[in-house]
């Protein structure tokens, strides 16, 4: 059972709208409360600033590639950082253990190509939410997004592919 | 002599847009401009409603040439001809939706229009602010009334239109009311039988 | 049938409008046409007053009932002849010109002014009042009816869409000028 942090961040480097879960696939079944994410304490409060730090990869990394996934581009400790990059200079981050959650080593071993798809399949429907909400005349660019059926929907994506 | 007609009847439903195909161009044009005004005028959500109406009523006035030309509507008899035609024909050919006409008063002078979608606002999501001030003030469609107003002060009706219910606000329907106050019959034109 | 020229007037019988289609009338001063105006808009008006009693002779007048054009048009969304001239002064026919007049449910009139009737040769008698005279004299006074509906749709569209005409105003638009010309000359 993997945990994610999920955040996006605007045009300023600014972030707009945070996540916090874990897995919801079903796997070894533990004390864990599906959806709560597992991090450690003193992970936890390092996120923001291990996504931020990422910020300058993905600025080089998207001129390395035509797509607006960028992949994995980034690790920290055992925490896996995935970027997705939109056309309006969004970025999406997914940082996520992969070894489960680091105490207990029941999860699958490493990333195999299925889960880099979902990532993949997460971000661009994540890009999608985003770009419906723009459309909201009462959202601008870099505004926090505060809509709670935004945050319902996301849950929902992150319930079908991580 | 005769020119090629560019408007024929069984056109007037199909023809409606002619030039702009992207309706959301539309919604998205209404909704910066309602998110404009409340920014102008700093959120006092009376005042935008009110240019709204405003801005409709002034549209409105325009508007009932076009839809008297377009389809040759006679002058109605009863006010439920008039929430007929209102619902069946002008709202049919500007926006394509057909509201329901319900809830009338004893006196045939008060009915409801039940909108049961609203291209004006896809896409819109009140913000929600600490105190909700923006759910209990703004009417997001005012304009609506106020057009309403307009074409039918044009024909000599005067009427009051507001909201009682958006879904937008969080309400199970949208809803807007009409109250005839007086058919003007002073300023009817002469000719009309 | 020829259209000399065309007047727009709004619902206080002001001209609003005017256009020398086709050469060949007289012309008038811009005076004359205000007066042709006010004078038209204070005829109309008063003959709509002058009417058979409604119990008689209603059917060859060819009234039609507005009850019936709104419940077709809404039943079928099909869309019906806009003129709500009923009562008033709808044509005069000279030797010499013809003119018309076509009115909305607003208060704008239209007014056209055309050549006269053609001479029909061997018109059928008169006995059968209904069907033969009509066909043939009427067939202008039918073809003005489309042409007023595409003037009104004109109007609807280049007039009151221009953001900067101000109602019941003098119409200064050459876009409209020009629709006007493509449809009348």
Partial sequence: MSSYYFVIIGTRDNPIYELEFSSFRSGVSGIQVPGKSQFSPSVKEILPFISHSALDIIEDAQWSTNSFNLGKIDSFYGLMINAFISQGNIKYVLCYDANGSGTNGSSSPSLNKNDENSIKQFFTEANELYVKCLLNPFYSVNNAITSPDFDHRMKLLARKYL | ?193 | MKVYSCLILNKAGGLIYQNNVNPGLNSLSSNDFLVLAGTLHGVHAIASKIKPIPSQAKDDIGVTNTHNTNTNLIATGKSQNANSNQSGLQTIETDFFNLYIFQTLTGLKFVIVTSPNPVVHNLQPMNDFKSISRGELQKQYDSTVKLFRQLYLLFSDFVMKDPFYSLDMPVKSSLFDMRVKELLV
């Fill in chain 2, 1 to 193: 002599m005769s020119k090629t007609t560019r408007y024929s009847g069984d056109e007037m439903w199909k023809n409606n847009v002619e030039k702009i195909q992207n309706s959301e161009l539309f919604t998205l044009t209404y909704g910066s401009v309602v998110s404009q005004l409340c920014r102008d005028f700093n959120n006092n959500y009376q005042e935008v409603n009110q240019q709204l109406d405003r801005m409709g009523y002034n549209i409105g006035m325009r508007l009932i040439e076009e839809f008297l030309a377009k389809t040759g509507a006679q002058r109605c008899q009863t006010f439920k001809e008039t929430a007929e035609m209102i619902s069946k024909v002008g709202f049919k050919i500007f926006l394509n939706i057909q509201p329901t006409v319900t809830n009338w008063t004893q006196d045939g002078k008060t009915f409801s229009l039940v909108l049961n979608e609203n291209p004006l606002a896809d896409f819109v999501e009140l913000p929600m602010g600490p105190d909700n001030r923006i759910c209990r003030d703004l009417w997001y469609s005012q304009v609506l009334c106020g057009v309403l107003r307009g074409a039918l002060q044009m024909v000599q009706l005067d009427v009051d239109v507001w909201f009682v219910k958006d879904v937008l606000r969080g309400d199970d329907q949208t809803e807007l009311r009409l109250r005839l106050n007086k058919f003007l019959k002073d300023e009817v034109p002469a000719g009309e039988d």
